[in-house]
């Protein structure tokens, strides 16, 4: 499958409030942030937080990955385990909590992660780490 036309582009600093309040409205910063953040540290023990870029892709999807040069070990429930880069481990969080809270009780905000699961697996799809990513998400 080849999705080498699907680009992303960095969301400016301050335009990063706009931007995620019009995809997610306020379960952005309540719900879907801190919980991003928390797979990662869940996922990645070398992890100890810091600054994460915004992204927008041309299909629609968003994601976010923390700024950083090293690879990340990463250990999952799933038994996978492997080294990420700071954006293959940021993609990863995204599709675990996209997919978590498509089952919430808000039905529009779950049909919104899931579509949003959705564009990120498609851009994924053609991303270096590809097959490292959909080992940790199986």
């Known amino acids: 499958m080849n999705h080498a036309n699907i680009t992303r582009q960095r969301i400016a600093e301050d335009q990063r409030i706009n ?3 019009a995809i997610f409205g306020v379960r952005f910063s ?3 942030e801190p919980s991003i ?3 990662a540290e869940s996922i ?3 992890y100890d937080g810091g600054y ?3 992204y927008t892709l041309s299909n629609g999807g968003f994601y976010m ?3 950083a040069y090293e690879q990340f070990q990463v250990c999952c429930q799933n038994g ?6 700071a954006d293959a481990l940021g993609i990863t969080a995204c599709l675990y909590v996209y997919s978590f809270l498509s089952f919430s009780g808000y039905e529009a905000f779950a049909q919104t992660c899931a579509q949003q699961y959705h564009w ?3 851009y994924m799809l053609d991303h270096p780490e590809a097959q490292a990513i959909l080992g940790a998400i199986d």
């Open 19 to 21: 931007h995620t309040a």
């Open 30 to 32: 309540l719900q879907l």
């Open 37 to 39: 953040y928390r797979i």
């Open 44 to 46: 990645a023990a070398e």
């Open 52 to 54: 994460w870029e915004f």
């Open 65 to 67: 990955a923390p700024v």
């Open 80 to 85: 996978f385990e492997g080294n990420l880069s």
């Open 120 to 122: 990120l697996r498609e």
